[in-house]
């Protein structure tokens, strides 16, 4: 967590790291992190929020039925920062999302093929800025 990102220069607030899981089939898979307490698929570490002062991280993933990013931090409040940048590849910004009760919701056009969580056992960084 602790350094300057030497892509953006920015200090990382926060740093997940995501082994995608899936639940489901086609056309409705989930591919990311849901925890053991929700629909337990994938792995998540650390799987509590450095923003918000060690909160679980419940789930973070995509949803290929709507095409949508879910992020699940419990008690979170929707401040703290500003995008989240998955592999490298997919920027999140809390601004574009849908909030309420802990979880943000992103409607997208990604497909199966292209989702920032790639393929089963794929490992993404998850950087939050």
């Given at each position: 967590?602790?350094g300057i990102?030497?892509?953006?220069?920015?200090?990382?607030?926060?740093?997940?790291?995501?082994?995608?899981?899936?639940?489901?089939?086609?056309?409705?898979?989930?591919?990311?992190?849901?925890?053991p307490s929700?629909?337990?698929?994938?792995?998540?570490?650390?799987?509590?929020?450095?923003?918000?002062?060690?909160?679980?991280?419940?789930?973070?993933?995509?949803?290929?039925?709507?095409?949508?990013?879910?992020?699940?931090?419990?008690?979170?409040?929707?401040?703290?920062?500003?995008?989240?940048?998955?592999?490298?590849?997919?920027?999140?910004?809390?601004a574009s999302?849908?909030?309420?009760?802990?979880?943000?919701?992103?409607?997208?056009?990604?497909?199966?093929?292209?989702?920032?969580?790639?393929?089963?056992?794929?490992?993404?960084?998850?950087?939050?800025?």
């Amino acid at each position: 967590m602790a350094g300057i990102s030497a892509s953006t220069g920015v200090t990382p607030l926060d740093t997940l790291t995501i082994t995608t899981g899936q639940i489901g089939i086609a056309p409705d898979r989930y591919r990311g992190y849901s925890a053991p307490s929700a629909s337990n698929f994938g792995a998540c570490s650390p799987d509590t929020s450095a923003i918000y002062g060690g909160a679980a991280v419940l789930d973070f993933y995509w949803d290929e039925a709507g095409s949508q990013y879910y992020l699940y931090i419990d008690g979170a409040t929707n401040s703290g920062w500003t995008q989240v940048v998955i592999g490298g590849t997919k920027t999140l910004t809390r601004a574009s999302a849908s909030f309420g009760f802990g979880q943000w919701v992103w409607n997208t056009t990604d497909t199966v093929l292209s989702q920032a969580f790639g393929s089963l056992g794929s490992v993404k960084t998850c950087v939050f800025t």
